[in-house]
């Protein structure tokens, strides 16, 4: 995936103009289950959205598809373990900021990152958990998210959902920019009193954001414009 430069794209026009929905529909009583496909997605995609729904009191779970290690594939300071650690480490602190008042379980996959494919194995691997956090909606990545770990994410939600006859909701992450097809069921999540808590849990992200923190020529970083995108912009979301 080429990482884009701008927030351009067909689904923030659409947003521009879709209905803001409240935090009661997407988060029905219970637990709110996240299928993540890589450390950083809850935050980038549906941070505010995770924060407004642990002030509503419910419960916040996660299921972690990858641990993020090939983020940089040539670094020489990181071995693959280590840069999973320090990226879970960011993922933990992250949390504690969004969700300040209490513990998000997570059920960490260890899929390759960059190179997963969904099988149905994988709905009964994250079954149990999602049982026993008694979740109540699913939420993940959206299924036009333009990488394959957040397709993965995505047909995961849509079959635990299924299962469980609970709600399916996507969060764009990838998927905002450039030119794709818009669903119907389009819909805008803005808390501006948590945009502050938001934005802190973005800056933890130290691997993501800053070029300088690990040597490798090949990496990723979120460009600058993406970052204040993702802080400043309201999260969207697609029922199923
Ligand atoms: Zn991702």
Request: with cysteine; net charge negative; proline share 8%.
């Amino acid at each position: 995936m080429s990482v884009p430069q701008i927030s351009e794209g067909s689904l923030l026009t659409a947003a521009a103009k879709a209905p803001r929905i409240d935090i009661k529909t997407i988060a029905p009583e219970g637990t709110v289950l996240i299928v993540n496909p890589h450390p950083d997605d809850e935050t980038f995609g549906c941070g505010l959205a995770m924060a407004a729904a642990a002030l509503e009191g419910r419960t916040i779970a996660i299921a972690l598809l990858t641990d993020g290690e090939g983020s940089h594939p040539s670094t020489k300071t990181f071995a693959p373990n280590e840069l999973a650690e320090l990226r879970y480490s960011e993922f933990a602190r992250a949390l504690e900021i969004l969700v300040p008042s209490r513990r998000v379980d997570v059920l960490r996959l260890h899929l390759p990152d960059g190179k997963s494919r969904y099988e149905a194995s994988l709905a009964e691997e994250v079954l149990p958990f999602a049982r026993s956090h008694g979740a109540s909606v699913i939420w993940s990545t959206w299924r036009d998210d333009p990488h394959c770990d957040h397709e993965t994410a995505a047909a995961l939600g849509r079959d635990l959902a299924n299962d469980l006859a609970i709600p399916h909701w996507s969060f764009a992450v990838w998927g905002r920019f450039g030119e794709r097809y818009v669903p119907s069921c389009l819909c805008t999540f803005d808390a501006p009193v948590l945009a502050p808590r938001k934005r802190e849990a973005i800056a933890v992200y130290r691997s993501q954001i800053d070029p300088h923190m690990i040597d490798d020529s090949n990496g990723f970083t979120m460009p600058p414009a993406l970052v204040d995108h993702f802080a400043e912009h309201p999260e969207i979301f697609v029922h199923g």
